[in-house]
């Protein structure tokens, strides 16, 4: 079965800090896809970034970057220069291959405050 | 915006009592899928429909229904409502579930409160 762990629950950053946000994930199969979402105080779930597993290169998108480590089953995504807009529960999720059940699974999410 | 609406978008109703909730998907995705977000159980799948038909259940409680219908909107029914139905309904939708990848573009929810 497919699972992932975000063991961080809540951190707090001040403005300008860099934070990096842990997900781990489980899986059987050799191809799978993993994602990041944003949830902000509104409620709405804003689509950030995905990654096939056999693509293992970093990713860097402005402030945003991911590191994805096959060996260690982990999809981390760090955010530099934090800023207040970046407080949100951030979700870390898992799809199985297309053909198959494309459900997504999620972690419990990390709940990020920005302080000023 | 992500092109995915839901209505309504809050809905407040007693226990006993059943409700429709319903799905726009953006245009030309076929498939959709219903997540239920409580504060114990996190953010879970329900069910996936593609192109009208079922492809997928989750952990979805036998009073919760659901359907895709020919316009490819969707609607998911829950019936004797309890306290613990208290959540967000995310719809989201895909282009194809058989694409390479399968990215999901959720709608805003539909929160709802069981008094």
């Known amino acids: 079965a497919q699972k992932v762990t975000q063991a961080q629950t809540e951190i707090s950053v001040v403005e300008k800090e860099d934070v990096t946000l842990d997900c781990v994930y489980e899986?059987?199969?050799?191809?799978?896809?993993l994602f990041w979402y944003k949830q902000p105080p509104s409620g709405e779930l804003v689509f950030l970034i995905r990654?096939?597993?056999?693509?293992?290169q970093n990713e860097i998108s402005g402030r945003y970057s991911w590191n994805f480590q096959k060996s260690t089953s982990s999809f981390n995504f760090t955010i530099t220069a934090s800023q207040v807009v970046d407080s949100a529960v951030y979700f870390c999720?898992?799809?199985?291959?297309?053909?198959?059940?494309?459900?997504?699974?999620f972690g419990k999410g990390i709940t990020l405050s920005v302080r000023p | 915006d992500s092109g995915v609406t839901q209505t309504p978008k809050h809905l407040i109703t007693a226990t006993g009592q059943r409700v429709t909730l319903r799905c726009s998907p953006r245009?030309?995705?076929?498939?959709v899928y219903w997540y239920q977000q409580s504060l114990d159980q996190g953010l879970q799948f329900l069910i996936q429909?593609?192109?009208?038909?079922?492809?997928a259940k989750g952990n979805i409680l036998e009073r919760f229904s659901a359907q895709q219908f020919p316009d490819l909107h969707s609607e998911l029914n829950l019936s004797s409502l309890e306290l613990g139905d208290s959540a967000l309904y995310f719809c989201?939708?895909?282009?194809?579930?058989?694409?390479?990848?399968?990215?999901?573009?959720f709608g805003p929810g539909t929160r709802l409160t069981v008094l």
């Open positions: 989201a939708s895909s282009v194809d579930w058989a694409e390479s990848y399968n990215e999901q573009f």
């Open positions: 999720a898992l799809s199985e291959p297309p053909g198959a059940n494309s459900k997504l699974t």
């Open positions: 990654r096939n597993s056999f693509d293992e």
């Open positions: 899986t059987r199969d050799t191809t799978y896809y």
């Open positions: 429909y593609y192109n009208g038909e079922e492809r």
């Open positions: 245009s030309g995705d076929l498939s």
